[in-house]
């Protein structure tokens, strides 16, 4: 829902005309929110179902303004969250077995359930989290999808010492400094040529950079791809070890190509990384509240998003973009 932006008055009177409809949710006013690349592709038309007309953004940094009559742990003035997982059913076999990243009946922010591209949004407060002190409200608003679910794809890698990240945008620029910290070589893969990038990678930790298609100094114990791009998994896989991964990280990649099995045998994994858990939220939030991460942004206002959207898809931005209402 988008409201238009209110005049001069408190949260407490913006809050007496809340479009809350049920008690267990909360209104947020928007302070940043984030652009990823799954907005893109929601814009764009590559996912399936999203219910149009639509308010996209899911990397939602705001303060509390309402609260329904069942919500007991969040207050009026609360900084909150908003990350990508809106609503699970507690109840489904993946709900059960604390895989509700994959819960049959989830909704998504910013996909089913509109989301902060808006001066105000709406959610279930169950998923709403609470940030970490020290990050701006717009570099807390990339931890809350490239680094929330980068550091789930990162997870998936295992204890990898040697970790390839092909693209480096949101996501990589945040894991490659996890990496650095947990003393692992991160090996970044940029678009060819784009020297910038690169250099921007090894400043934050990184111990190669290159372009993709070049080979890494040494193979790779596991290999995350963020660039959506299906030629990436054949190439990730002739670089990984014997028992190596390759996760895939984004919600739509162009097809993959076919390959010679030869690139998996040697029992390499091929995966994907679906979504989030609170549980992951509680976990990546917790490790950027004791370790200091720099986040990049580029800031837009509201009113510019498809400009935002325009760089992110032409691979003009360093870091993240983050639009400011
Ligand atoms: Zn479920
Ligand atoms: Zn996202």
């Not at 709403?128 to 997870?155: H, N, Q, S, W």
């Not at 939220?281 to 370790?291: H, P, W």
Request: with cysteine.
């Amino acid at each position: 829902m988008v409201l238009t932006r209110p005049g001069a008055g408190a949260l407490e009177a913006q809050a007496r005309d809340t479009p809350i409809a049920l008690p267990g949710e909360v209104l947020v006013r928007v302070s940043a929110c984030g652009v990823c690349r799954t907005d893109l592709h929601v814009v764009e038309g590559e996912l399936p179902h999203a219910e149009i007309p639509l308010v996209p953004g899911h990397e939602i940094v705001g303060v509390v303004a309402g609260l329904g009559d069942s919500v007991t742990d969040l207050a009026v003035g609360d900084r909150v969250g908003i990350p990508w997982l809106g609503y699970s059913c507690d109840e489904c076999e993946y709900c059960k077995s604390d895989r509700e990243n994959l819960c049959v009946n989830a909704r998504f922010t910013g996909y089913h359930i509109d989301g902060g591209y808006a001066d105000y949004t709406v959610a279930d407060a169950r998923f709403v989290f609470k940030l970490p002190d020290g990050y701006t409200d717009a570099e807390a608003a990339p931890l809350l999808c490239a680094g929330l679910i980068g550091y789930r794809a990162y997870r998936a890698a295992g204890d990898a010492r040697r970790v390839g990240l092909y693209g480096f945008g949101a996501a990589a620029h945040i894991l490659v400094q996890v990496a650095a910290y947990e003393g692992r070589e991160a090996i970044v893969f940029t678009r060819p040529g784009d020297e910038g990038r690169q250099q921007f990678a090894r400043s934050l930790g990184a111990v190669w950079a290159g372009g993709s298609g070049e080979a890494p100094p040494e193979p790779l114990d596991a290999a995350i791809i963020f660039a959506p791009v299906g030629s990436l998994v054949p190439e990730a896989l002739s670089h990984v070890v014997p028992g190596g991964v390759v996760v895939c990280a984004g919600i739509h990649m162009s097809d993959i190509p076919s390959f010679p099995y030869a690139l998996l045998w040697q029992e390499r994994q091929l995966l994907s990384v679906a979504n989030l858990t609170r549980a992951d939220g509680d976990e990546f939030l917790a490790l950027a509240r004791r370790q200091p991460l720099r986040v990049s942004t580029t800031r837009f206002s509201l009113a510019h998003a498809n400009e935002a959207l325009a760089r992110l898809r032409a691979g003009a931005l360093t870091g993240a973009a983050v639009l400011i209402p």
